[in-house]
């Protein structure tokens, strides 16, 4: 849907639609197809521009590949925030989480495969931004989520917040790579039992054990 933008001449319309055309077009064929298997040609022919356009727009198909990333990172971190308002202990909005994150996974295996490769490439390679480091756009939603937790008397306090949001990170992209590794990985299972895991693991419950 194309929403005009306070102020936006003619022409600046007119390349933002045809920009964000692009992604679109980009999001379903990698989604469908796989992204090693979309051509530019196709990418340009599906988008109803010319090849020259496209490169006008974006220098390679990797660009167009970056370009998705903040959308996919809005969807995900919305998602956490839905699931603080919809309520429940912090053990139980992370399992949605998680449970939202497999279902992702399991209904766009291709293009999750490619953004992945595209994380772990941006941590490497001096060529991606920082803005292509998508593990910790997760990072404040998951801090807020259990700063709610410790304010309800639910999450121990003998560990940083923050501390703890870099042990859920951690949990959630190991089981992102496994599956990303071995295709027969039941994303579904393993991060529902590290959901569990975790959740006993920040309570206040474990924090007295620990005493």
């Not at 919305?78 to 399992?95: D, K, V």
Request: proline share 3%.
């Amino acid at each position: 849907m194309n929403i005009a933008i306070e102020g936006e001449g003619r022409r600046e319309r007119k390349k933002r639609e045809t920009r964000e055309r692009i992604l679109r077009t980009a999001r379903s064929l990698f989604t469908r197809q796989g992204y090693d298997a979309v051509t530019v040609e196709a990418l340009a022919d599906a988008a109803d521009i010319s090849k020259p356009t496209l490169f006008n727009y974006f220098p390679s198909k990797m660009a167009i590949l970056q370009a998705l990333v903040p959308g996919v990172d809005d969807r995900f971190s919305a998602a956490i925030e839905r699931f603080r308002t919809e309520g429940g202990t912090c053990c139980e909005q992370l399992a949605r989480f998680f449970a939202y994150s497999a279902d992702m996974t399991r209904k766009t295996p291709t293009l999750t495969r490619a953004l992945l490769i595209l994380a772990l490439r941006a941590y490497e390679d001096p060529v991606y931004s920082v803005d292509q480091h998508r593990w910790p756009l997760l990072h404040s939603s998951f801090c807020s989520l259990l700063s709610d937790g410790v304010a309800r008397g639910e999450v121990r306090t003998d560990i940083s917040v923050e501390r703890i949001t870099h042990y859920i990170t951690g949990i959630y992209v190991y089981g992102l790579l496994s599956w990303l590794s071995d295709p027969k990985y039941s994303v579904d299972a393993e991060l529902a039992v590290a959901a569990a895991f975790l959740g006993g693991g920040f309570s206040v419950k474990a924090e007295g054990a620990m005493a």
